[in-house]
């Protein structure tokens, strides 16, 4: 009757059917968390609450201004940002010192309820002792009161503002804006006074620090002056000189800064004029030394139209090329002589004797160009060699003046650094004296950055109990509760409901299901067309019998219709109903399965195995003896021992019987199997009602002996364990296992949203839940 799928997840129908199912236990937790909150309103005192504002102003100060003795101290420590001075404010304000000066100021200690009284059970005997003692020697009767006052007092920075609320809770109005008010008038005071004190003592520090720091002064100027005196230099001088030398390595003018010339400076600065034009002295001489090395009367002649010839003055080119006049001339000749040469060997020939007295006038002019180059070598060597000793002169001379320079500097550093020392000292004291003057005159006026912007007020409504709030709160938490517990009580239940948890446990299909009967179908008399002496018993009629439109009779024959489908091709003969265990309704299904096979015209026998508990005789409204123990012990013949239905002549009971004292032994023996075969050979069909399967073993033998077995499993009755246990024990025998009868199935139950009623009268049969 289903395929035998895995164990699927929550879907949302199995969510909403087991809210339908346990639908009063949740409105019974909702109704009761409910009245709860209804309670505690109701019992619960009025409490008031009252609030004060507290302003840190950004602009104030603690005590002094900004260039006072705490901003000095400000912005040594760098201070705190924002946050962090809130909370600062907010945690002294909740302190057990607050705490305490707030009630000093009040004299709480001496009213009810902080002043403590004698309960039903006599005096604490810890606050006793502290009697008549001041509040700050007490332990006991200290920590009482501050733990009261605490629990009314709730103290919060506002986010993003300067702003601190302070709120008390009481059951007296007038008394939480009395306290929230006091709080906040406590700590401004308390803040004043300590900002007081902490400028005082400062100013008596810095008393004591000035008189060190005037005697630093001192002797800082001392040694300015005594410098002065070693060095010949003044503070006077640095100061017309803009106070910074700047002579260097490179001379910048011989001055130092101001108007003010130094004679060593200018010195060194002539030096490195002179040194510079030495330098570019040398440098020409020597490119051209270098040049008339080449001997060539080209190069050497190219000198005197140069800028080599006017850069330094050089004796050997002299001023515009002078100095090479006799080369020049010697270089004319030559010119001269080449044409009349030329002119002559055109004229005259090769062979002419006048062109060999010109050949030896040339030979001799280029001679003497050469001897006039070597001499223009030897002038510009003189002058290379001499440029260079004036410039090593005036080098050494630069060298050593400089050496003085630094010195000079050397010493002008030192002055400024005694003239900066003395100048520093001095500013400090000053600025240091001019604080603590600042700091007498305001340390008796001190302000503080802490304002009451709104003061506390009583107000009308209480703040608890809210009779909105609460038992919103109770109807909301005893929903949360009462689904909460459905479920885990859902789960917690191992009891088998469906027919589909059924088949996923025992892995066997369910044949059909058997509803449930109430008190109301079982008033027989009063439904039309049923027989009137059924009234007079109604536990022992079947209701296909007294009411056989019903559903539970249509159930039964739809099993009879299941058992026969099953063994379509090997009709049944010997067929076993048996249960995990007793009170699952095993004997009522055996007996109304006979009565459906019976009404479909086969002749039954219903034999009675449980011999230990027999009930099927109370149905048939019979003897329970002679029965199947007499038969198989041999005292009576079958025959004797059938009982014939009243109604059914075609249905017929073996009783069980005498109890025997081994019915496993009976039911095991041959005498047992015989009986089985002759009652095959006068009946159609026998079903045999068998003890529970975890009871005894009985059930597991007759197993082997039937046809088939089907197990009767009673809804919202057995558990998921027990009715595992019995598949495993069947599964050890070898007998034909058809299925599952599910008996008293509720149909109107949120399991289903509709049951098989739907023949005759709905008034009182199937009607939908």
């Known amino acids: 009757m289903g395929s035998f799928a895995p164990p699927e997840e929550e879907s949302l129908r199995d969510i909403l059917r087991v809210l339908r199912k346990r639908r009063y236990v949740i409105l019974a937790w909702t109704l009761g968390a409910l009245a709860i909150s209804l309670l505690v309103c109701a019992v619960m005192k009025n409490h008031y609450i009252s609030t004060a504002t507290l302003l840190v102003d950004k602009k ?17 420590g760098g201070g705190d940002d924002l946050k962090t001075e809130l909370q600062t404010h907010a945690a002294v304000l909740q302190s057990d010192t607050t705490v305490l000066m707030v009630v000093r100021r009040l004299g709480l200690d001496k009213v009810p309820p902080y002043k403590y009284t004698p309960g039903r059970f006599g005096w604490n005997r810890a606050i006793k002792a502290e009697l008549g003692l001041p509040l700050e020697k007490t332990t006991v009767t200290r920590e009482r009161i501050i733990g009261m006052i605490t629990n009314g007092l709730k103290v919060v920075p506002e986010q993003d503002t300067r702003l601190i609320t302070v709120s008390y809770t009481s059951t007296d109005a007038e008394q939480a804006a009395e306290l929230a008010n006091a709080f906040v008038n406590v700590y401004i005071q308390e803040y004043l006074q300590n900002n007081f004190q902490a400028t005082a003592r400062a100013s008596d520090w810095l008393t004591g620090q000035l008189d060190d720091l005037k005697s630093r002064v001192a002797d800082s100027q001392q040694k300015l002056s005594d410098y002065e005196s070693k060095s010949g230099l003044s503070v006077l001088m640095l100061s017309m000189s803009g106070g910074s030398n700047s002579a260097g390595t490179g001379g910048g003018g011989g001055s130092m800064g101001g108007g003010m010339h130094i004679p060593a400076v200018d010195k060194l600065a002539s030096l490195n004029q002179e040194l510079t034009a030495a330098e570019a002295d040398r440098i020409t001489k020597e490119a051209i030394y270098h040049l008339t090395q080449t001997q060539s009367p080209e190069v050497v002649m190219g ?41 002559a060997l ?86 240091l004296y001019s604080k603590l003057q600042s700091a007498s005159i305001q340390a008796g006026v001190s302000a503080t950055n802490l304002v009451l912007v709104d003061e506390a007020r009583p107000t009308a409504e209480p703040v608890r109990p809210n009779w909105k709030l609460y038992p919103a709160i109770g109807l909301g938490a005893g929903l949360f509760l009462g689904i909460a517990f459905a479920f885990v009580y859902e789960n917690l239940d191992d009891s088998l409901v469906t027919t589909e948890q059924v088949e ?11 509803p449930l009967t109430r008190p109301e179908d079982k008033e027989v008399g009063k439904l039309p067309g049923a027989d009137a002496n059924a009234a007079l018993n109604p536990l022992e009629q079947s209701p296909l019998i007294v009411r056989s439109n019903s559903p539970a009779a249509e159930s039964y024959r739809a099993l009879r219709t299941a058992i026969m489908l099953s063994a379509a091709d090997n009709p049944l003969r010997v067929l076993l109903v048996t249960s995990s265990l007793g009170g699952d309704g095993k004997t009522t299904i055996s007996y109304n399965l006979a009565v459906a096979f019976a009404q479909h015209g086969q002749r039954v026998l219903l034999l009675d195995a449980d011999m230990r508990k027999p009930s099927m005789h109370t149905l048939f409204r019979t003897r329970k003896t002679p029965g199947l123990s007499e038969v198989l012990t041999g005292g009576i013949q079958l025959e004797k021992a059938l009982v014939t239905h009243d109604s059914l002549s075609n249905l017929f009971l073996l009783p069980s ?106 008034k009182y049969y199937g009607e939908e839940a």
């Open 303 to 343: 000198l005197g139209t140069s800028s080599l010839a006017t850069a330094g003055g050089s004796a050997v080119i002299g001023g515009g090329g002078q100095g090479l006049g006799v080369l020049q001339g010697l270089r004319q000749q030559e010119a001269n002589l080449r044409m009349q040469y030329g002119d």
């Open 346 to 431: 055109t004229k005259y020939g090769a062979n002419n004797p006048h062109l060999a007295e010109m050949q030896g006038q040339m030979a001799a002019l280029n001679q003497a160009i050469r001897d006039e180059l070597k001499r223009i070598n030897e002038r510009a060597k003189n002058d290379y060699e001499l440029a260079l000793q004036t410039e090593d002169g005036i080098r050494k001379s630069y060298v050593q003046q400089l050496d003085d320079v630094n010195k000079l500097n050397d010493n002008t550093i030192q002055l400024q650094v005694l003239a900066g020392e003395a100048l520093s000292n001095r500013e400090l004291y000053q600025g």
């Open 60 to 76: 104030g100060s603690s005590g002094l201004d900004a260039g006072s003795l705490s901003g000095l101290a400000s912005a040594m």
């Open 504 to 514: 996923k446990v025992g892995l066997l299909p369910v044949l059909t299901y058997i």
């Open 657 to 762: 019987g005498t109890p025997p004292p081994n019915p496993a032994d009976l039911i095991g023996s041959k005498r047992f199997d015989s009986l089985l075969e002759e009652a095959k050979t006068q009946f159609d069909l026998v079903i045999i009602d068998s003890p529970p399967v975890l009871m005894v073993t009985d059930a597991v033998i007759l197993s082997t002996k039937a046809d088939g077995t089907i197990i009767v499993v009673r809804s919202q009755k057995t558990t998921r364990p027990v009715l595992k246990r019995a598949v495993d024990v069947l599964s050890h025998s070898y007998g034909r296992k058809l299925g599952f009868v599910v008996n008293g199935m509720d149909t109107k139950s949120v399991e289903y949203y509709y049951s098989y009623g739907y023949y005759g009268d709905n």
